[in-house]
């Protein structure tokens, strides 16, 4: 069922500032805007819309996860932070985007992750897809609350970051996650960091690490979300996977990001990623 919140009407739009844009991996960046009307409603797993301004190539805004919400000196809510690949021709142009430029944004958009009240959340990554679980994670420990109004969550004993990438320099924003109290494992594809092999291969020990309730979340690439979602049905354990589905308005207009969605029925149809995901119980997704 899609939170009606997410929808566009229910959006803030409007031109941001940036404050930051860094370098914090190979071809990754740390984009951090001043926008207090999103910092204070964004919940973990929701996403922004961003557009250069200036120019119509490329026309169209692109989707960036929730990365962090930053707050001021007087602790209200203030600044949001993305991170984001530079590999197409909107990012890879971002990416030149000085800190002090304007930039059109709106949001937040999509239904982001349930509350997690369960003794351990282990949030598993591959490529980019660590950039939602920062703000899921300081949550789950109780050391950040979210939306308007504020969900309540019960705090975890553990939180887990299980990421993968295909070498040490793709790896960012891990001391992020170390800072906030989450246990970090790492997996690379030629073992230069962390075990080599797949990311998947984490999930069973961390599963078994600590007695108690466990939820599995999942984004990345489509073939490691699906299998993630085997492990977690095989382990029983519930699994919620956020896509990232290419998307064109992000708003729900032109149904450029359908996923092919199981009903409660086992049939399945069409759902628009950006308004009725982009997260969705593993098991409803038709890979």
């Not at 690379?188 to 075990?195: E, F, I, M, N, W």
């Amino acid at each position: 069922m899609c939170n009606k919140t997410s929808y566009a009407d229910h959006a803030w739009h409007g031109p941001v500032e940036i404050v930051e844009n860094v370098q914090v991996a190979e071809n990754t960046y740390r984009l951090r805007v001043e926008c207090p009307e999103i910092a204070c409603r964004v919940t973990p797993g929701q996403f922004l819309m961003l557009r250069l301004v200036g120019g119509s190539d490329p026309l169209l805004g692109r989707p960036l996860a929730l990365y962090d919400v930053i707050r001021d000196d007087s602790g209200s809510p203030k600044f949001v932070d993305v991170v984001y690949l530079a590999v197409g021709k909107m990012t890879k142009l971002l990416a030149s985007v000085l800190a002090g430029s304007k930039m059109e944004m709106w949001g937040p958009l999509g239904n982001g992750f349930a509350p997690c009240d369960v003794d351990h959340l282990i949030m598993t990554a591959g490529g980019i897809g660590q950039t939602p679980f920062l703000t899921l994670g300081k949550e789950s420990l109780g050391l950040e609350r979210y939306g308007d109004p504020l969900r309540d969550v019960k705090k975890a004993k553990k939180a887990t970051l299980l990421y993968g990438a295909r070498n040490a320099s793709f790896f960012a924003g891990v001391e992020d996650f170390r800072k906030a109290g989450i246990d970090v494992q790492l997996a690379t594809d030629d073992g230069s960091l962390g075990r080599k092999g797949l990311v998947t291969e984490l999930i069973e020990p961390a599963v078994k690490s600590l007695p108690g309730s466990v939820k599995i979340v999942s984004c990345g690439p489509e073939p490691m979300l699906k299998a993630v979602g085997e492990v977690a049905a095989r382990l029983n354990v519930p699994c919620q996977v956020s896509l990232e589905t290419p998307m064109a308005c992000g708003i729900g207009i032109c149904f450029s990001c359908v996923a092919k969605v199981r009903d409660e029925s086992g049939n399945w149809d069409y759902r628009r990623t950006c308004v009725e995901g982009p997260v969705f119980d593993a098991d409803r997704i038709e890979f």
